[in-house]
């Protein structure tokens, strides 16, 4: 064998592992996300849908802020950390996806709608259910006439203004950067929460994938058992 050819095959080599080690990886994380769940509320498929549907509601200001929100909201069936690698309109097409996707979803929806929106996040956020649960979060911030007020779909009585958690850490612009390196961080968490469940032979804990609306300390309405 030459030196030419060894240094090939090297070179090879140093790819072919970490993407084969990569691969072996997110397996699991592939194979226990769930299938889309997809709703389509008002016939709202995609954010172009969800758009023309909200200008042709007639509804202006706060109102329009509202109705865009709760569509959004009413869009998503899944919570889920799981499909990372989808932006917020895929995520948002599929119906599934965390705060950066279904509140990404969300900015653009308002944006588009002519409002002064920006996306922001807190490294540490309560919530208003469970004082000591801590975790980080990001949603939107839309100023009308000079008020600003804070905007989250992630929750069915959310409305502007009124949200189901409360920053706990700085409040701080949420741009390209942050989005890519929450997700890379995410990537990591993930993996690790994913094989120790799998390896464990134990379920997917509630803030990993659960149905969109409702908190992680409280059972799936599909996993209540109807008392016999």
């Not at 498929?45 to 865009?68: E, F, I």
């Not at 989808?86 to 929806?109: D, M, V």
């Not at 994913?194 to 599909?222: I, K, N, S, Y």
Request: contains cysteine.
């Amino acid at each position: 064998m030459t030196n030419s050819t060894a240094d090939r095959r090297a070179r090879h080599l140093r790819w072919v592992i970490p993407v084969a080690l990569a691969t072996v990886a997110v397996a699991p994380v592939i194979a226990r996300t769930p299938r889309p769940e997809i709703r389509e509320p008002e016939g709202v498929r995609t954010l172009a849908d969800a758009v023309q549907h909200c200008r042709n509601t007639g509804l202006t200001g706060w109102d329009l802020v509202a109705y865009a929100q709760d569509l959004v909201h009413r869009k998503f069936s899944r919570y889920s950390i799981l499909s990372l690698w989808e932006t917020p309109s895929r995520a948002f097409k599929n119906s599934r996806g965390y705060c950066s996707q279904y509140n990404g979803a969300l900015w653009h929806i308002l944006r588009e709608l002519g409002f002064e929106a920006d996306r922001v996040f807190a490294t540490r956020v309560r919530q208003d259910s469970n004082p000591w649960w801590r975790m980080g979060h990001s949603w939107v911030q839309v100023t009308i006439d000079g008020r600003t007020l804070d905007v989250c779909a992630g929750r069915p009585d959310n409305r502007p203004g009124h949200v189901s958690f409360i920053p706990v850490t700085e409040v701080l612009p949420f741009g390209a950067f942050t989005y890519w390196n929450t997700n890379n961080g995410m990537v990591l968490f993930t993996l690790g929460t994913v094989w120790r469940t799998l390896l464990r032979g134990q379920p997917l804990p509630r803030w990993v994938e659960r149905e969109f609306g409702t908190r992680v300390h409280e059972p799936d309405p599909a996993d209540r058992q109807t008392p016999g």
